[in-house]
């Protein structure tokens, strides 16, 4: 997770992107846990058991990143509505959602910019800012990430043209 997460920040920075606070956040704590894991001394840590993420506590983070998708989302906000540290949810979510934190904001922004190019003629700049991206060129490199389109032939493709 954390090479992949290193490779993310790298790649948004080579293609002029300003990372988000969540990939930071991400690294930073994944950095953390990686070199407690692997350089702690023996028998001085206590095995923390994760805890499930059950679907209510899931359901709480979709909606919370689904109220407002524009909005800056961080790690410790997402960890404070699952009731848990940092570094557990970071562990927690991977886990049982099968995707980092961070994935998991990108994919709801997509599906709400998806929903956006359905219905309405908004400028995909205007869509792009409105689902929390910092530029329309970060916007259609995630949405062909996630959706293997740009933008503007999904929309085609909703429209029927």
Not at 59 to 69: A, C, G, L, N, T
Not at 72 to 101: D, N, Y
Request: net charge positive; with cysteine; proline share 6%.
């Amino acid at each position: 997770m954390l090479e992949i997460s290193a490779k993310r920040l790298v790649e948004a920075s080579e293609n002029g992107h300003r990372p988000n606070s969540l990939l930071a956040e991400q690294i930073a704590y994944t950095l953390g846990l990686h070199m407690s894991d692997r350089y702690a001394v023996p028998g001085s840590q206590k095995s923390e058991r994760l805890p499930a993420l059950d679907k209510a506590i899931y359901q709480r983070i979709v909606e919370f990143v689904r109220v407002d998708p524009g909005a800056p989302v961080t790690l410790a906000e997402m960890a404070k509505v699952a009731g848990m540290s940092p570094s557990c949810f970071i562990k927690t979510f991977k886990q049982s959602a099968g995707v980092t934190p961070h994935r998991f904001v990108i994919e709801q922004r997509i599906l709400a910019a998806r929903q956006l190019l359905a219905k309405s003629d908004l400028p995909l700049a205007e869509i792009a800012l409105a689902v929390g991206f910092s530029s329309q060129s970060h916007f259609g490199v995630a949405f062909r990430t996630v959706t293997g389109e740009t933008p503007a032939r999904y929309r085609q493709l909703q429209w029927g043209r």
